[in-house]
């Protein structure tokens, strides 16, 4: 530990150094936030294929969230395919439900 402590002070008296020669001024990363709802209800609207029963619709609307929550989960936004995932799930349950004979 003490190693990994030693290593992480030269580090950053290294960095301080060349930010000074330099007149960096480290910031912190400025970004803004965003909903997971606004990102993962973009392409979802209110009549959507589960409401309208069609398996057609469903199937076209299942690719999309999944190829959507893959995009958001490689930019590193979480939450938004977390959400993306609930989504996916809920209408692979009303594509069961559409299927299985009632």
Do not use: C, W
């Not at 290294?14 to 400025?30: C, D, F, L, S, Y």
């Not at 469903?58 to 938004?80: D, G, H, P, R, S």
């Not at 993306?84 to 439900?97: G, H, P, S, V």
């Amino acid at each position: 530990m003490e190693y990994a402590l030693g290593e992480t002070n030269r580090r950053r008296a290294i960095q301080e150094a060349h930010n000074k020669r330099h007149g960096i001024e480290p910031t912190n990363t400025q970004r803004a936030l965003r909903s997971a709802k606004e990102d993962s209800f973009k392409k979802v609207k209110k009549g959507s294929p589960s409401q309208a029963g069609d398996l057609k619709s469903i199937k076209k609307q299942l690719v999309l969230l999944e190829k959507e929550m893959k995009k958001a989960a490689e930019n590193l936004e979480f939450e938004t395919a977390m959400s993306l995932r609930e989504q996916l799930r809920a209408l692979e349950k009303e594509e069961l439900r559409l299927r299985s004979p009632s």
